[in-house]
């Protein structure tokens, strides 16, 4: 009786270490982060998306809003799970880092559509347009806040010509990206902490 109740506690707690359990919490980071000022984005999430790195050995990291990450351990690429009752796709991921120093920010570290929700995990069916870029705080510049964006993909974005995959990552604006291929608001999203040093 005894062992197996410290099991299923065990359990559980591995099951919630990590990841982003309320959307309630997600939201209050991301205004403590100041990210839906900074991304002039409104962020009112109805899901949670979760983003998972792989690690060299051991287990991948699951991301919960403002974790800090070594930056080792960001090589990726990561894969993504929505949780909530968000229907089957399309949709698109997108990562943006606003804490580049200008003109560089914002830095797109993620684009790809064509994501489709299969039982939870998000495949996409066609190629990304920016593969994950790694993280690269420069020196002195501080923790810089990656942020991952989920959005229910609109019929502009197949068609989009903004961004293809040689298309500079710097000077992104992911708001001005939504507006302009009608992406509406982001659905779920979260984001890392990662500074050269830590
Ligand atoms: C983020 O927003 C805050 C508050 O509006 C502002 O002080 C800060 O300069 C912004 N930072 C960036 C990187 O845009
Ligand atoms: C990160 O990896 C680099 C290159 O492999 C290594 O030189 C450095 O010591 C590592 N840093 C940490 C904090 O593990
Ligand atoms: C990719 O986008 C750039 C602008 O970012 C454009 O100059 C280039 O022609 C595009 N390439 C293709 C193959 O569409
Ligand atoms: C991004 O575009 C929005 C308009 O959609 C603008 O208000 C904002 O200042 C731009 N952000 C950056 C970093 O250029």
Redesign the pocket.
């Given at each position: 009786m005894f062992p197996s109740r410290i099991a299923s506690i065990l359990a559980l707690a591995l099951f919630t270490a990590g990841q982003d359990v309320s959307i309630g919490a997600v939201d209050k980071a991301f205004c403590a982060a100041?990210i839906p000022?900074?991304l002039t984005i409104v962020f009112k999430p109805t899901a949670l998306l979760e983003v998972s790195l792989p690690q060299a050995s051991g287990r991948p990291i699951t991301l919960h809003a403002g974790i800090h990450v070594p930056l080792n351990d960001t090589t990726g690429p990561p894969t993504f799970h929505v949780v909530g009752n968000v229907g089957k796709g399309p949709f698109v991921v997108a990562a943006v880092d606003?804490?580049a120093a200008s003109p560089f920010?914002q830095v797109r570290h993620f684009l790809g559509g064509n994501f489709f929700n299969h039982g939870g995990l998000l495949v996409n069916s066609t190629p990304v347009i920016s593969d994950f870029v790694q993280p690269a705080p420069p020196a002195g510049s501080g923790a810089h806040r990656y942020t991952f964006l989920l959005f229910k993909q609109s019929p502009e974005f197949a068609t989009q010509t903004l961004v293809n995959s040689t298309t500079a990552i710097t000077g992104f604006n992911i708001s001005q990206f939504a507006s302009a291929v009608d992406l509406g608001k982001p659905i779920a999203g979260t984001f890392m902490l990662v500074a050269l040093d830590a």
């Amino acid at each position: 009786m005894f062992p197996s109740r410290i099991a299923s506690i065990l359990a559980l707690a591995l099951f919630t270490a990590g990841q982003d359990v309320s959307i309630g919490a997600v939201d209050k980071a991301f205004c403590a982060a100041k990210i839906p000022e900074n991304l002039t984005i409104v962020f009112k999430p109805t899901a949670l998306l979760e983003v998972s790195l792989p690690q060299a050995s051991g287990r991948p990291i699951t991301l919960h809003a403002g974790i800090h990450v070594p930056l080792n351990d960001t090589t990726g690429p990561p894969t993504f799970h929505v949780v909530g009752n968000v229907g089957k796709g399309p949709f698109v991921v997108a990562a943006v880092d606003p804490d580049a120093a200008s003109p560089f920010a914002q830095v797109r570290h993620f684009l790809g559509g064509n994501f489709f929700n299969h039982g939870g995990l998000l495949v996409n069916s066609t190629p990304v347009i920016s593969d994950f870029v790694q993280p690269a705080p420069p020196a002195g510049s501080g923790a810089h806040r990656y942020t991952f964006l989920l959005f229910k993909q609109s019929p502009e974005f197949a068609t989009q010509t903004l961004v293809n995959s040689t298309t500079a990552i710097t000077g992104f604006n992911i708001s001005q990206f939504a507006s302009a291929v009608d992406l509406g608001k982001p659905i779920a999203g979260t984001f890392m902490l990662v500074a050269l040093d830590a």
